[in-house]
């Protein structure tokens, strides 16, 4: 299994696995969670948690397949300095009830550590843009991970969305 993952994003001819939209979209998706988690300066085993949850979660893999998704998002991640050769990845692949639901997973991960940094809540405003989710969108997303984690919107920081 991780050999066929590995295959799906290493750097291929065109037409091949990795060309495909789905692996694309996977490995963009993995690269802003990322993103998100290492924007405060950390990159703490509670964010790393939540996105090997969320990845296997969202895209039906197993422990295995979902760190090394991570792994390989992390490594698109730090080889790149800009957001949108991801989120255009995103926008290009993905529906706009999936564009919201991955606005939901950057919620959930960065507040996996309890608390919404003002760097991470730019990000999201940011991706939502280049993404087109709206802003009613990505604040009903942060509700209900808000929820969903059963933090307080008046203490989980930075007002409403």
Avoid at 95 to 119: F, N, Q, S
Avoid at 127 to 144: M, N, T
């Amino acid at each position: 299994m991780l050999d066929h993952l590995k295959g799906l994003f290493a750097p291929a001819e065109r037409g091949a696995p990795s060309d495909r939209p789905e692996h694309r979209k996977r490995l963009a998706a993995a690269a802003l969670l990322v993103e998100a988690a290492r924007l405060d300066g950390r990159f703490d085993t509670a964010e790393q948690t939540a996105i090997r949850a969320i990845l296997g979660r969202h895209f039906g893999l197993d422990g295995a397949a979902a760190d090394e998704l991570m792994r390989l998002g992390a490594e698109a991640q730090s080889r790149s300095n800009q957001l949108v050769y991801f989120t255009r990845a995103i926008k290009d692949a993905y529906g706009p009830e999936d564009r919201v639901a991955l606005i939901e997973m950057l919620w959930e991960v960065a507040y996996a550590d309890g608390e919404l940094h003002p760097y991470e809540a730019n990000l999201l405003r940011r991706i939502g843009g280049l993404i087109y989710v709206s802003d009613k969108d990505r604040g009903a997303a942060r509700k209900r991970v808000l929820e969903r984690l059963g933090l307080k919107a008046d203490k989980a920081g930075l007002g409403a969305g």
